[in-house]
């Protein structure tokens, strides 16, 4: 049985989605959840893409202990077509995606990380790229939160028979590029 596929994603791929990659697979490690999801991330931009996180991304990463093993990769709207939960970092990527989706159905199925979070005070993970570090870390709680909720979802959503490897390399990352155009480096 094919893995429950889910696509994190954020604006440029080497902050947020990669962070919250990471921990949605830790949490769905420790939930026993490991062989039945695969996790995968992406950017609506297409600027860093080959790119490893942001090093203060990696540096809070690994200070908490997080696994982080990423190379940057851009949406495509083919991906909708193989995920089954396509999820969003804010407002604006929520907006990007569902222009980019082929259908109104899809375009509604796509969700906000921190609507699983119940006790949130914004659906938004604030975009940390153009502050401090310590952005990052409160991004990382604010993640870790998200995810939690996100992963009590799953537990509902998961067929209990499906077994798979919880893999970054879920089919379509090899489609990589449009080129939006924004924020060229
Ligand atoms: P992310 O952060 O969307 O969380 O990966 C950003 C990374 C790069 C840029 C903006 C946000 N950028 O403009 O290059």
């Keep these: 049985m094919t893995p429950y596929r889910v696509q994190l994603v954020c604006l440029g791929n080497i902050c947020r989605s990669p962070m919250a990659e990471s921990v949605l697979r830790r949490q769905a490690d420790e939930a026993g959840l490991r062989r039945r999801l695969a996790v995968d991330s992406a950017g609506t931009g297409g600027w860093h893409v080959g790119d490893p996180a942001d090093r203060r991304a990696r540096a809070v990463l690994s200070e908490h202990g997080y696994a982080v093993d990423h190379a940057a990769k851009q949406f495509h709207p083919s991906m909708f077509a193989d995920r089954d939960l396509v999820v969003a970092m804010d407002s604006?990527?929520?907006?990007?995606?569902?222009?980019?989706?082929?259908?109104k159905v899809t375009a509604s199925s796509v969700r906000l990380l921190r609507a699983f979070d119940l006790d949130a005070d914004s659906l938004d993970v604030p975009d940390p790229y153009y502050g401090g570090r310590e952005g990052f870390e409160d991004v990382l709680h604010t993640i870790e939160a998200?995810?939690?909720g996100l992963l009590d979802h799953l537990r509902q959503v998961i067929p209990a028979g499906s077994r798979a490897t919880i893999v970054s390399d879920a089919p379509g990352n090899g489609e990589r590029a449009h080129s939006s155009g924004r924020r060229g480096r």
């Design 146 to 148: 998200a995810c939690a």
């Design 92 to 103: 604006e990527n929520l907006r990007d995606l569902r222009r980019l989706a082929p259908d």
